[in-house]
Each structure stands twice: as structure tokens, then as C-alpha cells.
């Protein structure tokens, strides 16, 4: 293969200019970002707290480097040390911020590969070190104050750094669409009013941006999420402007009341809102003295900036910043809405072969009452033929029609009967014996043939009507299942996305859900997987933290799907028990393969399934049978469908037997809840079961039918709660037919595990077997299997 044969110089220009094209617009967006930074940082960097002190700066300094490039730090860095610039009086200040910002700005970038832990104690060593060098060498204040100073001023940085950071995390998240809560949206509306703090001073013609920043974002929060949040940010920005401004009760007064009207004037609508928020506005302006800060033109403006942004701006910033409130519902109602369509058409469907099943089975009822006029059909034939030009036809059939009818009929049955015998009083009457004789046995040929044919496609229709009938039943129950099994965990997937989000996860989605049994689900889907023991670690360690339970990797998988390149891990919740399992077998005297099958496997849903099956008769003909009931159990149990469906299913397929010579099959099945210990046994045709708990032994019996006689199979069911330690012996009934005189006998089994004080699964089977050949001779009368389950409990 050649390369390039197919690019033309054409293309190859093409291919430049688009290229620049996307470098300079690649160049553009840098530059915009570097703008932001600067302004950000610039402004917030203007605030002030006590007696000149400006920390807010230094703070989202520190918290914006631990996310960003080191050339944006490096602008965030600037614009820090020129905001605090326009601020600061004194040499000695500029000088030490100069100093944190610098020191700050390079241990974020020599040690750019530490933990972020690690970076925030050495830079929170050097700010305590500087403040207190600060105090004693510039501000020449003795050693106890100036450690006590340096202690204040340190507090006050600390609980702003964790609340920057977490807004500064909750920001970061808007294009994740994802849920916030009212703790997150507060913390971003502090940054946000930092950002309008550090507008002070500025004015047009004497009105200040600071003021209609500062009412605006309280109105606005207000209107959106309620007069809680409304209240909480205005008060937040009225402790952040008046502290700057050294008048902090008007201005939480004034932020607090605007947030707290028109949150509760938020149902009424917008313009009632913000006439509320004008009277409020107007009442503050009247009856405070000193409110020389407030104009009322800036309440003005802000009023009408208010009612111009549209509702659907407002309702979009509820959406980004409210998902869980809204989309979250919005997608478990179309959930709702799809489960409810998806069962409406399953049920539609299975309603559709319930209504063919029973037309079929009413199609083999007519066939029945057909029966009964045939008879007559055969004697009017039969007549036809040999009487329609006798000479005798008008004495036969006119004068003595009621007793040559029943000469003829009885004619038919013997002859059907394989007798072959003319009644004696027709047979003096008719003049036709011979043609007689010679009619009635080819019609009653024929008919013999045609009535094996009609049976064979009646016998046909009805085991089709129950195939169909048990397919409507099983799509029936997973019409049900998907309706009641499935429980969408919203609030948890909230929590899931936010945790993962801070431990810096590159998640895709997450999907959390509860089965009717409440066993927990997760689907998580990753757009990169790095690092893999790490990172499942992390992940283990945030769901179980969330969940507040248990989980594992569903069969330690993780799938990758070349259509969508994503990672995807299944979680579920860790069992409660957990199951080791050991069966033998032995076949009978003189055979090389064993009749009897066994089987053990773990179900999705939690379930442990152990089953023994025991084909009618031995030899490998009966082992196929007990394989194919075995493995139909599996893949109907595997698919979700219940024990009982899976039962009679199979019982439905042993049913249709083509042949004489095929037999029959039993069926012993065990199914432990590694959730619960629920044990559950059903058995059909099967022997006892046992279980040894302690120094105890339960024996649990069944009377029924192997499967394949009846048409509905019958299922003796047991239900026991076993427990750590427990043990529980499934065999077939070679072991307990060992010889003519203790047929069906199992007080041997109940003695030999009384007195065996061995736990181990392997150790107690083949015990077992050793002891079932050796009661019989050494020469087994019929095949033998013996499983054994041990439960252990995980936690």
C-alpha cells in the first residue's frame, strides 16, 4: 500500500490554512483565559479585611494554582500582587505580600509533582512564619503577641481557603452538568461577591458598580433558589463588602433583606419581586440613618438590569447549577415513561400468545368432537360401497335401517379390534359377505392411517399451544421484573459524581439502581483508565465511603467499548456469604459413563445455585438427558427468569418425547441468598437433602413425580435459613440404594456426619462416596453423585 496517493497539493494548502486557522483561534481562547485569571484575581485581590489586612488575595491565589498551568499561575500571580498594590499604604505590606505570592508561586512549581496535601502544609508554614517575622521585626511587637497575632491572622485564612477552594471545585464542575447543593451554591456566590467587592471605589458618576453588583447577585439569588439561599449569599456579601467598607450593618442589612424579599416573592413572579425588592429597598433608605452608601439610583439599576435578563436565562442557571432538583426528576420520569412503554408492549405481546395458545388448544377440543361423528361417516361409506346396487338395499336399508346400522357398526369395531368378524345375524342376511369383508378392511385401513396422522398433528398442536402459553408466561415475568426490580438511586449519584469529581476521576456517568431485594448496583463509565490498580482503589474506596456499604468489582471486570472509548466497571454490593462447593460421582457396575449430572454457579443477582439431575436409567443416554435439563436450568436462571419458570420449562421439553425408549428425569436443586442465607430446595423426583449445622442434622424429604410425566411438573419446595459454618449434602439416589433391603434408607448419611468433624467440602464427598461403594459391595447398583456446599460468612 502506498500512502499519499490520494492527498493532492491542493488539499495539502487546505490542510495548512485550516490549521493556522485553528492555532490562532487555539491562541485567542489562551489569551481570553489569561484575561479572566487576571481580572479575577486583580479584584479579589482589592478586598480588605481588618486595619488593612487583604488576605482574600493571597487565598484564591493559593487555591487557584493547585488547578491551573504554571504560566497562568504565574499571571494569577501578577494580577494578585497589583490588585493588593492598589490597596495596601505601606512599604512593609507590599513587601510581604510580594514575598507569600512569591514563595507561594515557587513551591507550586518545583514541587509540581507532590501531593497537593504535602504543598498546602509547607505554604501554610511559610505564610505563619512570615506573618509572625512580620509582627516581630516590622511591627516591633513582643514575641507572645506577635505569635498570638500571627495566630488570629492565620485563622482567619484558613476557613477562607476551604470555602474558595470549594467553590472554586463547584465552578469547575458547570460544564459536567452536574447537581449542586445549597452549601456549594453559596460558596460561589461568595467568590462571585468577592469579585464585586473588589470593585470598590470604582464609580460613574458617583454611582458605585460595587453596590449594584452586590444587590443584584442577592436579588437574583433569591429569585432562583429561594429566600434560604437568597438570604445566606446576600448576608455573606453584606460581611464581605461591609468589612471592606467598615459599615457591616447596613450592608448585610441591605444584601440580606433584598436576597430574603424576593425569595419569597419568587412565586408570584418577576415583577412583583422586584417591586417588593424596591419597597424593601426604599423602607431601608427611610428608616436607617446611615445608609450614605446606598443611592437610590443604584437600586434602580439594579431593579431594571433584574427585569430585563429574561426568565429563560434565569431558568437555564437554575437547570446548570440545580440538576438534581430538575434534570435529575425530568430523567427518572422519561425512565418511568420507557419502563412503562417497554412493559406495556411486553404485556400487549404476551396477551397476543396467550390468545393463540388457547386457539390451538380449542382447535384440539374440535378435533375430539369430530371423533364422534367419524363412526358414522365409516358406516355410510361402507354402505356406499357395498349396498348402493344390491338387490336387498330397500329391505336392509328401509325396512330394517335401525338394525343393519348396528350390524355395520359392530362390524367396524371388530374389525378395528384386529377380529375380524362378521356379526352372525348380518352375516345370514347379506348376499356380499365376501365384498363386505373386503370394504370393511380397507376402510378401516385407511381410516387407522389417518387417525395416527391427526393424532400426531393433534398431540403436535397442543404441546406447541403449551410452548407457546409457557413463552407468554416468560415474557410476562420479565414484563414484571423490569417494572418492580429496578429502583433508580438519584441522591446517590449525585453524591457518586461529586466524590469521584474531588479525587479527580475522569468520569463519564454513573448509573446507581437497587433490585426489589435492595441489592445496590453502580455502573460507572470512565473516559480514561490510567493507572489501574490506583485508580480502582480510589474508586473502591469513594463508593464504599458514599454507599456506606460494601462493594466489589462485578467478575473483576473492566470492559472497554471501541464505539464509544469508554471504560466501563460494574459494582456491586459485596455478599454476605460466600459458598464452597465439591461434587464426585461414580458410575454404575459395569458402565463407562454416569446418568447423573451436577452442576454448581453463582447468579447475577446474588443467588448460588447447586443442582443435581438423574437421568432415567444410566449409560451416556440418560447423561445427555440430565445435561440438557441441567443446562436449560442454567441458561432460563442466568437470564434472570425464576426457578419455577425454569422448571417447567424444561419439564415442557421433557414432556415432548418422540420415541418410547426416552426416559424420564429428576431433579434436585439448591439455591443459597448470599445475601440473607435464605436457602431455598426443590426438588422434582429427588431424594433427601441434608444439612449439618453444628451437631445437628436436618434431613429434608420430598415425595414427587420425576419431570416429563405430568404436564405441570410438580415442585416440593423447602425453605431454610442456614449460617456460618453450615453444611449442606445433595446427592442422588445411588448412594442411598445401595442394596435390595435399605432402599431409599439415609440414616447411614445422618450417622457417618454426626461422627465426621471435618468442615471441608472435598473431605465430606469423597467420604461419602467411599462409604456408598463400600456399603454396596464394591459394586454400585445405580450411579452416584453427592455435592456439598459450605457457608462462610464474609462479614
Known amino acids: 500500500m502506498q500512502y499519499g496517493v490520494d492527498i493532492f497539493p491542493y488539499r495539502r494548502a487546505n490542510n495548512k490554512n485550516s490549521t493556522k486557522k485553528t492555532e490562532r483561534m487555539f491562541d485567542y481562547n489562551i489569551i481570553l483565559k489569561y484575561v479572566k485569571y487576571f481580572l479575577i484575581c486583580f479584584f479579589i485581590s482589592r478586598v480588605k479585611f481588618i486595619n488593612n489586612f487583604a488576605p482574600f488575595g493571597i487565598v484564591f491565589f493559593i487555591s487557584i494554582i493547585m488547578y491551573v498551568d504554571n504560566i497562568t499561575s504565574f499571571v494569577a500571580a501578577l494580577a494578585t500582587f497589583l490588585g493588593s498594590f492598589t490597596v495596601q499604604h505601606s512599604v512593609e505590606s507590599i513587601v510581604m505580600n510580594a514575598i507569600i505570592i512569591g514563595v507561594v508561586l515557587s513551591i507550586n512549581y518545583f514541587y509540581c509533582k507532590e501531593a497537593k496535601k504535602t504543598k498546602l502544609i509547607v505554604i501554610s508554614i511559610i505564610i505563619f512564619m512570615n506573618f509572625l517575622i512580620n509582627n516581630i521585626f516590622i511591627r516591633d511587637l513582643s514575641v507572645e503577641i506577635s505569635i498570638l497575632n500571627s495566630m488570629l491572622e492565620f485563622a482567619c485564612i484558613l476557613p477562607m481557603y476551604y470555602i474558595m477552594n470549594f467553590g472554586i471545585l463547584s465552578f469547575r464542575r458547570l460544564n459536567k452538568k452536574d447537581s449542586y447543593t445549597n452549601e456549594e451554591i453559596i460558596s460561589m456566590g461568595i467568590i462571585v461577591g468577592l469579585l464585586a467587592a473588589g470593585t470598590w471605589g470604582i464609580t460613574v458618576y458617583t454611582i458605585s458598580i460595587m453596590n449594584i453588583f452586590g444587590l443584584l447577585i442577592a436579588v437574583i439569588m433569591g429569585y432562583i433558589y429561594g429566600s434560604g439561599v437568597g438570604t445566606a449569599t446576600g448576608v455573606a456579601l453584606g460581611l464581605i463588602m461591609g468589612i471592606s467598607n467598615q459599615n457591616m450593618l447596613v450592608f448585610v442589612s441591605m444584601f440580606g433583606l433584598s436576597g430574603l424579599v424576593s425569595g419569597i416573592f419568587k412565586k408570584t413572579g418577576k415583577w412583583l419581586s422586584a417591586a417588593a425588592y424596591m419597597v424593601t429597598f426604599l423602607i431601608i433608605q427611610i428608616y436607617i440613618k446611615d445608609v450614605s452608601q446606598f443611592k437610590i439610583i443604584e437600586g434602580i439599576i439594579s431593579c431594571i438590569i433584574f427585569l430585563v435578563v429574561s426568565n429563560k436565562a434565569y431558568n437555564i442557571l437554575y437547570l446548570d447549577l440545580n440538576n438534581y432538583g430538575t434534570k435529575s426528576s425530568v430523567s427518572e420520569g422519561y425512565m418511568d415513561v420507557v419502563k412503562n412503554v417497554f412493559t406495556e408492549r411486553l404485556d400487549a405481546f404476551s396477551k397476543t400468545l396467550i390468545n393463540l395458545s388457547d386457539a390451538l388448544i380449542n382447535l384440539s377440543d374440535n378435533d375430539k368432537l369430530i371423533l364422534k361423528s367419524k363412526s358414522s361417516e365409516l358406516v355410510e ?415
Open 381 to 795: 361409506n361402507l354402505a356406499d360401497r357395498v349396498c348402493s346396487d344390491c338387490d336387498m338395499n330397500s329391505i336392509c336399508w328401509r325396512r330394517e335401517l335401525y338394525f343393519t346400522y348396528s350390524y355395520f357398526f359392530e362390524m367396524i369395531e371388530n374389525f378395528q379390534n384386529d377380529k375380524n368378524e362378521i356379526p352372525k345375524e348380518l352375516c345370514k342376511k347379506c348376499i356380499k359377505n365376501d365384498e363386505l369383508i373386503k370394504n370393511t378392511k380397507e376402510l378401516v385401513n385407511n381410516y387407522i392411517i389417518n387417525e395416527i396422522k391427526r393424532k400426531s398433528l393433534s398431540e403436535g398442536r397442543e404441546l406447541l399451544a403449551n410452548q407457546i402459553g409457557n413463552i407468554a408466561n416468560y415474557a410476562k415475568e420479565i414484563s414484571k421484573n423490569i417494572d418492580n426490580e429496578i429502583v433508580l438511586d438519584s441522591i446517590l449519584r449525585r453524591n457518586l459524581k461529586k466524590a469521584l469529581y474531588k479525587n479527580n476521576i475522569n468520569y463519564y456517568d454513573v448509573i446507581c439502581f437497587e433490585n426489589s431485594r435492595g441489592i445496590l448496583t453502580i455502573k460507572l463509565m470512565l473516559k480514561e483508565f490510567k493507572d489501574k490498580e490506583n485508580c480502582i482503589e480510589t474508586i473502591l474506596s469513594v463508593i464504599n465511603a458514599e454507599s456506606n456499604k460494601q462493594m466489589i468489582i462485578e467478575n473483576d471486570e473492566i470492559n472497554f467499548d471501541i464505539n464509544t472509548n469508554l471504560y466501563s466497571l460494574v459494582f456491586k454490593q459485596r455478599p454476605k456469604y460466600s459458598i464452597m462447593a465439591y461434587g464426585v460421582g461414580k458410575c454404575k457396575e459395569g458402565e463407562k459413563y454416569s446418568g447423573d449430572s451436577y452442576d454448581y454457579y453463582k447468579l447475577k443477582d446474588g443467588d448460588f445455585i447447586a443442582a443435581i439431575s438423574d437421568g432415567m436409567g444410566s449409560g451416556p443416554q440418560a447423561g445427555r438427558e440430565s445435561k440438557a435439563v441441567l443446562k436449560l436450568i442454567k441458561s432460563y436462571t442466568n437470564a434472570g427468569l425464576s426457578k419455577f419458570t425454569a422448571i417447567n420449562a424444561v419439564n415442557s421439553m421433557m414432556a415432548m418425547k418422540f420415541s418410547e425408549e426416552e426416559k424420564f428425569s429428576t431433579v434436585d436443586l439448591c439455591s443459597i441468598d448470599l445475601y440473607t442465607g435464605n436457602a431455598e430446595f426443590m426438588k422434582v423426583g429427588a431424594v433427601a437433602s441434608f444439612i449439618k449445622s453444628g451437631e445437628e442434622v436436618e434431613v429434608i424429604k420430598s415425595k414427587t413425580l420425576p419431570m416429563g410425566i405430568l404436564d405441570k411438573v410438580d415442585i416440593d419446595v423447602n425453605d431454610r435459613r442456614v449460617k456460618d459454618g453450615d453444611l449442606i449434602i445433595m446427592l442422588s439416589d445411588g448412594a442411598l440404594d445401595y442394596n435390595d433391603d435399605n432402599i431409599g434408607k439415609n440414616e447411614w448419611i445422618i450417622e457417618y456426619l454426626k461422627g465426621k468433624k471435618c468442615d471441608e467440602p472435598k473431605q465430606i464427598a469423597q467420604g461419602l462416596l467411599s462409604e456408598a461403594i463400600k456399603l454396596s459391595d464394591y459394586k454400585t447398583r445405580d450411579d452416584i453423585t453427592i455435592v456439598v456446599l459450605k457457608v462462610d460468612k464474609v462479614y
